[in-house]
């Protein structure tokens, strides 16, 4: 049954059955009034002092961070990206090593694997959760390859369990990105706690996200953390004196301030996520569209929220037409991306799931301040346009 009923709209063919428009945001960056104000005075004392990188506020905030997910370490980076490569850098990950990763994720987490010299080994994801595909990991495996690098992809956890032990059978590393899933848990465990170490994104978007770019390396490994302190800071053991070969790629002070006060109201922001997740759940039970399945071990914090359409291309002109923005995460699999066209790892390859996927996935708008009554027009307007 079509919820036509529900609200009116601007229909595909371009005549109209009802004149209707809701603006509706696809994410929200702005921060309640109280605690920007927070943020505004921390940072005003930060200025005075002149501490802009590293320093106090990025302690505090990867003190918390840590606590956070679980771990015994949070290094602050200064991208996600950077998260991953320095965590796989400080592993001795490189040239020689093949590194397993899934095929529908963002360039985010295969970049970092080709820097450290590694050769990215690509593999397909399940068809109905869109997680990678354990079958597909243990087939890819090899003499060479080294490390597993699960992506908790729109903020549900990847098969953790049977991740961790084809890794452990096979004496591989197990790494998360963890860019899309902070506070999201898998069989009551935290996203980040799981691998050997994981890499956070505070890219402002992200459902704990700074005012500019950010990431966060978390582990339980001492010996790891000692390394990406090191690395992110030049290799240098004291100002001036480098004993790594490290890189320039530190959090700012002003990011630790801000992830510090939102990191407070992260649970809260995700709760709101997941009642909202609920509404489109049932708004969208009675139409032809498919949303992923949920896990029964995952507590998911809908860092996006995703539904499979087959008309896809059609609709999303017509659904910016009633002012509903929409996304596509992501439209091209790894290996049909240009940039990786010379690259042997993506030579021949074909990844049926993902590459049909790409064509079909819509991301709706989703964020903790999203009304029920939008979630009901942007569920009506889908209803119509099918
Ligand atoms: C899955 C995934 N991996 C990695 C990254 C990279 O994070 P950043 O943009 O902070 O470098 C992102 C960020 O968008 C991401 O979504």
Redesign the pocket.
Known sequence: MKKSHLLPIVTLNGYLLHHNFMKINFCNLSLPPDIEKIVWDKSKRMVKKNSFILGKEVNEFELAFANYCETKFSRGVA??????LWAMEGLGIGKGDEVITVAN??I??VLPIIRTGATPVLVDCDKNTQQIDPEAVLAAITPKTAAIVA???YGRLAPMDELQEIAEKNGLVLLE?A??AHGAKYKGRKAGSIGKAA?F???PA?NLGAWG???AMTTSDSELAAKVDKIRNYGQVKKYYHSEFGWNSRLDSIQAIVLTEKLKLLDEWNQKRRIIADWYYDFLKDIDISTYHESQNNEPVHHLFVVTIKNRDQMIDALSNVGIPVGIHYPIPIHKHVCFSEHSFTRGKCFPVAEKQAHELLSLPMHPSLTRSEVEFICSKLAILL
């Open positions: 991208t996600g990206c950077d998260a991953l994720t963002f985010g987490t992506v908790h992809l990105d860019a899309q890499g994104s505070f890219y992200k770019d950010g990431g």
